[in-house]
């Protein structure tokens, strides 16, 4: 015999009558007071679901012209992040998946470069991003993140190069950690508050340099210039 049902006195959700007995007719997610945030959390799973899917869509129009420009994209909805969609499938081209970033005309080489810094140091911190392969490219991202507008960064970056001899960052990834191990052991702790400092750029109220607003205009600076190089 199935088990009598009631309605939650407050979302009308049908529920156990057993449960509503002992919840004084509330469900229990509106007993605990998390009815709210689960709805909201619902909202913006589907939301990023359907933002996902408009920005493959756009990703695949762009990519059926000739030879896209980075003013092609501003008409769409998240502009940047299809951008980035773009980039990374010149940048990494099926099917090897090896990384020529030369591959990419210059204005949107200094839109990658930026934004491996920020990838990786939200990811792992600076020291990640010294110590992976995008550390090979070091010198030029923090003169990347200089034409962006990303003064804040750019000086934090620097900062982190300070860890080197000379603030020379090797291109060799073998002589880079051989070096980044010296660092660390010379000050354990030298890359931490420049992770701090570097994330709260973004929590602040307003935000400092958000880096999308940063990457908006210099793609309208550069709205003529192609994604891929020549």
Request: glycine residues 6%.
């Amino acid at each position: 015999m199935p088990e009598e049902k009631a309605q939650c006195v407050e979302c009308g959700v049908v529920f156990l009558a057993t449960t509503a007995a002992r919840t004084g007719g509330k469900c229990i997610p509106c007993l605990r007071g998390t009815r709210a945030s689960v709805e909201e959390g619902a909202k913006r799973t589907a939301e990023e679901r359907r933002r996902r899917k408009t920005n493959e869509e756009a990703r695949q129009r762009i990519l059926e012209k000739v030879r896209p420009k980075l003013g092609d994209f501003l008409a769409e909805e998240d502009p940047v992040r299809v951008l980035w969609l773009v980039i990374l499938v010149t940048v990494f081209p099926k099917p090897e998946r090896r990384q020529r970033i030369e591959a990419l005309g210059m204005a949107a080489r200094v839109i990658y470069l930026a934004h491996c810094v920020v990838g990786e140091v939200y990811n792992g911190g600076f020291h990640q991003y010294l110590a992976n392969s995008s550390g090979d490219h070091a010198h030029e991202a923090h003169q990347a993140l200089l034409a962006l507008g990303s003064v804040q960064r750019a000086r934090l970056l620097g900062l982190a190069m300070g860890a080197f001899p000379d603030g020379q960052v090797p291109t060799d990834e073998l002589k880079r950690n051989t070096e980044l191990d010296d660092a660390d052991a010379a000050r354990p702790t030298f890359f931490d508050g420049l992770d701090a400092e570097f994330y709260a750029l973004d929590v602040q109220e307003p935000a400092v340099e958000d880096f999308d607003d940063l990457v908006l205009a210099f793609m309208e600076r550069h709205a003529m210039e192609a994604v891929a190089s020549d």
